[in-house]
């Protein structure tokens, strides 16, 4: 309709420009600028950050590689992670296997990319399972603050002080050497990071006018920190998850590298590292590799987390 | 008794801001609105007049005192039944910019005070009533699908009134919904109330700053300072015949957009500042401010006394 | 009078996300000596994105200024080098931001945001800068300067850190002073304090000010001539006489009206400006008002009015002062509601 009525303004043949029209009735409410929602904004931030887009690529690469590769590569040539061929032990790269073999003659590239899977699947579960449980206890302690906070809080500073290798040696002894028993190792204290970046947000936001508002109509608590707080407390929660990958592959590599890492056949970076360091004169080829992978995709992790921080808050970059 | 909409009774909120010092942010405050009336309760920032709203409808719970909202104790209510008492009282709030939800559309912010009563069956009905609602505020159905940070400050207000509207409230407690909105646009609003309490016989409690637009828009008027009402009156009375100091300093402030004085006052400009309401002066708060204290004013506090026929005012020279 | 300030043709831009916001578009206006002039608008006007221009306090980018001059005492200040700017800054204009809350450093005393100014522009000695900063404390009724000097932002109120701002503003004795609405945060009591001491400032030292605020209920007071400015230009400006008793343009007389009368009665009701201001991405072709004015006639959607003098003093841009428009149409229809 308004629009009609801003095609009459335009004074047409014969009619008098001076003729009072009076004020458009709707044409002071509309909006004429592209609608852009919070998070077009951040993507389009982000995009202006090169070195951190070109971390997400590296990740992205890594990821597809890690997928997929070792599944084709078994397709072409047969090769696969766990298969022994010591005849072939310890060759340097070449043609027929690109990253060269390990000391009982499995194809380096193979292992490589199934490395990549489990640390990748390490990093990104141990992030997850922090993010749930920083988000809902974050977000209670937060929330309810007083001596819902306090309690909470004496009970994950008291985690946080138990010295964490002590942790996994004791998990350890109790569960079987496995993928799963890492990622709970890791779990056990790696959320109380998350549970205070979650608590801060939410106590800065809870006194907002529009959470009040949805108190005042009667909503109930868990409606307000998850539909209202949390939302809007999504910028340092991602932020901090994007960080928390690239720690928790360090982690998996750490203990591999005790010998708590996940069991042969299967490999992780990690494992492989500890395996390649044995001969690392001699046969370099086995440690570069994984090496190599580990330290780029923690810098492209970092480097796009760092990225996402600025997309959301433009304000701290300088 | 029985005629009055809204009674307040004693009502006291105290903070408790750390090493036992108490904050009395409201102390013992006592008013009644009838049916249909506005209330104005103005006063300087930190007089605790804001509180007083937020603890009216337990957005804060009550230290000590009584609320009665058409027939119903509110402060002593189980949650259920507070809940269901919140769709007979509603709040407006003072940061256009603040009170919306960033990352909810208008269709979620208005349609979430639906939700919260289940007033709406289906999700087309919940987008018509909604509709609906932003045309009795003058927007139209196509700002429904948009976000907050396209509106303007007079607009964002308007969908603030309209989510107070959703549950067909009685009482709605305005919390200085003008201050943050320019002049030209402020009008714009009060006449929405007005409009607005008109058509759905609402009664209001009118929390400002801004004496002119409160004595305009109020039937009586109640002046706080330091947690206390000072003066309480019809608004023509409080304007032409104010009682306690503070109100005529108050009234002299007022700046008035024309260059001759007709009917100004002489102008009081008060010295200093509000003192803190964690340590008031003894007996009337407001003599350091007074420029008629006396002895008697620091040993006595005054009692809220009626000094001419419906007009309350607490001060030993009224 | 000698002009002082001369801004002329002034055009700024931002360039944001699908496209260009023209904050200001061709804006005209002089300063004298010694004059309190008020811009007066809302937001989204232009008026700080003016005075931010003047003080050559815009972050470029995103902003741009796109034409025009700014003469400060026979200098062109678009000219000048950051540099050669920084010492006009602080010392030949001074300036009140509307946060007092916010724009004092919180990690310094009172005494050395005070003197930081003496020191590096007027080459005082320390001691001599705290003399004078006692002086001007006192000058802006601050009570006890001598221990005040010694305390940080954090033991003032709202009100006190305004009247520092002020004499932080006036210690280089600046020949303008910009307060960009300076009482806004603050409480209608407090707000009256601080207009007062303006006004008594302005006679004392004969400083020029340039006030900017929405609010034209402070303005009558303090300032002798008032810009009003809508949708980045420059609307009306005229003498507080005329603005107050023969206001031309319906922007001016709309402000005007919203605002109720102490002795106005809650049946007359308030006369709003309806609608929302128009988004500077994409500014109305015609006059920018146009679709909020209740007088709008065919021709101000499409073309631009230009400037009418109505006296020496008085200028305004708005076509029903052109004279085929039909006659007492400019008068309005003061109760159309």
């Known amino acids: ?318 | 008794m029985s005629d009055n909409f809204v009674e307040v009774q004693g009502l006291r909120k105290f903070f408790n801001v750390g090493n036992n010092r108490i904050l009395k942010a409201v102390n013992d405050i006592s008013f009644s609105i009838k049916q249909g009336e506005t209330l104005g309760l103005v006063g300087e920032s930190g007089c605790g007049k804001s509180t007083a709203g937020r603890t009216i409808i337990r957005l804060y719970e009550p230290t000590a005192g009584s609320v009665t909202v058409d027939g119903v104790e509110v402060t002593k209510l189980s949650k259920s039944k507070m809940k269901a008492q919140r769709r007979n009282m509603q709040m407006i709030f003072q940061d256009p910019f603040a009170s919306l939800n960033p990352r909810m559309t208008i269709l979620d912010i208005i349609g979430e005070a639906l939700d919260i009563h289940g007033l709406a069956g289906s999700r087309a009905e919940r987008k018509r009533r909604v509709e609906e609602l932003l045309e009795l505020v003058g927007l139209n159905a196509e700002h429904a699908s948009r976000f907050p940070h396209e509106f303007s400050g007079g607009q964002r207000q308007r969908i603030g009134i309209t989510r107070a509207l959703a549950v067909e409230p009685k009482f709605i407690i305005c919390d200085e919904p003008i201050s943050a909105l320019d002049v030209s646009i402020q009008a714009q609003v009060i006449n929405l109330l007005m409009d607005l309490q008109k058509k759905m016989d609402l009664t209001y409690l009118f929390v400002a700053h801004d004496l002119s637009m409160v004595k305009y828009m109020s039937d009586r008027v109640a002046v706080m300072y330091l947690g206390k009402i000072v003066e309480i009156a019809k608004s023509e009375d409080l304007y032409a015949n104010p009682q306690h100091p503070y109100t005529t300093a108050l009234l002299s402030a007022i700046p008035v957009p024309d260059i001759e004085d007709e009917g100004r006052k002489e102008r009081i400009v008060l010295q200093g500042d509000l003192p803190s309401p964690i340590n008031p002066p003894s007996g009337c708060p407001f003599r350091t401010r007074c420029p008629a204290a006396t002895e008697r004013c620091a040993q006595e506090a005054p009692e809220l006394r009626e000094t001419r026929p419906g007009h309350l005012a607490a001060c030993h020279y009224a | 009078m000698r002009p002082i300030l001369e801004v002329k043709d002034l055009s700024v831009s931002f360039d944001v996300f699908g496209g260009e916001v023209q904050a200001i578009r061709g804006v005209n206006f002089t300063v004298n000596e010694g004059e309190a002039v008020a811009i007066v608008g809302e937001s989204g006007s232009g008026k700080s994105v003016t005075a931010q221009t003047v003080m050559r306090l815009i972050a470029t980018p995103p902003g741009r200024i796109k034409n025009g001059s700014i003469m400060f005492n026979g200098r062109d200040l678009l000219s000048l080098s950051e540099k050669e700017m920084r010492k006009v800054r602080g010392n030949e204009i001074g300036m009140i931001f509307q946060d007092p809350m916010t724009s004092l450093n919180p990690t310094m005393t009172i005494g050395s945001q005070i003197t930081e100014g003496l020191v590096k522009h007027q080459k005082l000695s320390h001691s001599a800068a705290k003399t004078r900063a006692i002086e001007l404390l006192k000058m802006v009724g601050i009570p006890n300067p001598e221990v005040r000097l010694k305390q940080y932002p954090h033991n003032f109120s709202g009100g006190m850190r305004q009247r520092v701002m002020i004499a932080i503003a006036l210690a280089c004795n600046p020949a303008l002073l910009i307060a960009d609405e300076p009482t806004t945060a603050l409480d209608v009591t407090i707000q009256a304090q601080i207009m007062e001491l303006m006004k008594d400032l302005q006679k004392q030292m004969n400083t020029s000010i340039i006030l900017i605020t929405h609010d034209l209920g402070v303005v009558a007071d303090v300032c002798d001539r008032v810009i009003v400015m809508y949708a980045g230009q420059v609307v009306e400006t005229g003498t507080i006489k005329e603005i107050f008793r023969n206001p031309q343009h319906p922007y001016t007389k709309g402000l005007l009206k919203s605002l109720p009368r102490l002795n106005q009665s809650k049946d007359e009701p308030l006369i709003p400006i309806h609608g929302t201001p128009p988004d500077l991405i994409k500014p109305p072709q015609g006059c920018g008002f146009c679709s909020r004015c209740e007088d709008a006639m065919r021709i101000c959607a499409t073309e631009a009015p230009e400037v009418t003098t109505i006296s020496e003093t008085q200028m305004v841009r708005c076509w029903l002062q052109d004279p085929r428009a039909a006659k007492g149409a400019g008068m309005g229809k003061e109760e159309s509601a």
């Open chain 1, 1 to 318: 309709m308004s629009q009609e009525m801003n095609v009459n303004v335009t004074p047409g043949a014969g009619s008098n420009p001076f003729e009072k029209i009076g004020r458009d009735q709707n044409g002071g409410e509309r909006i004429v600028r592209k609608s852009l929602t919070a998070w077009q904004n951040i993507r389009r931030n982000l995009y202006e950050n090169k070195l951190s887009m070109v971390g997400l690529y590296f990740i992205i690469a890594i990821a597809l590689m890690a997928i997929f590769a070792p599944w084709v590569t078994g397709l072409i040539t047969g090769y696969n992670y766990f298969a022994n061929e010591l005849a072939n032990a310890n060759q340097p790269p070449s043609w027929a296997h690109w990253f060269g073999t390990d000391d009982l003659g499995r194809d380096m590239w193979v292992r490589t990319w199934k490395g990549a899977q489990i640390s990748l699947f390490v990093g990104i579960a141990a992030a997850l399972i922090d993010l749930v449980i920083g988000i809902v206890y974050g977000g209670i302690m937060g929330y309810f603050g007083g001596k819902v906070d306090e309690t909470m809080n004496r009970i994950a500073e008291i985690l946080y002080a138990i010295p964490y290798l002590l942790v996994v040696i004791l998990l350890m002894v109790v569960m079987p050497q496995s993928l799963t028993t890492i990622i709970v190792a890791m779990s056990i204290t790696g959320w109380i990071n998350m549970a205070w970046i979650v608590r801060g947000e939410i106590m800065r936001l809870k006194n907002q006018e529009y959470a009040l508002a949805s108190k005042a109509l009667g909503a109930g608590s868990m409606r307000i920190i998850f539909r209202h707080l949390i939302p809007n407390a999504m910028g340092p929660i991602l932020v901090t998850l994007t960080l928390t990958i690239p720690g928790a592959m360090f982690t998996e590599a750490f203990l591999s590298f005790l010998g708590m890492g996940v069991k042969s056949p299967v490999a992780s970076w990690g494992t492989m590292i500890d395996n390649g360091r044995q001969a690392m004169t001699t046969y370099p080829w086995r440690i570069m590799f994984p090496a190599l992978f580990l330290a780029v995709s923690m810098f492209a992790l970092n480097v796009f987390g760092d990225g996402l921080r600025d997309a959301f808050d433009p304000k701290m970059k300088k």
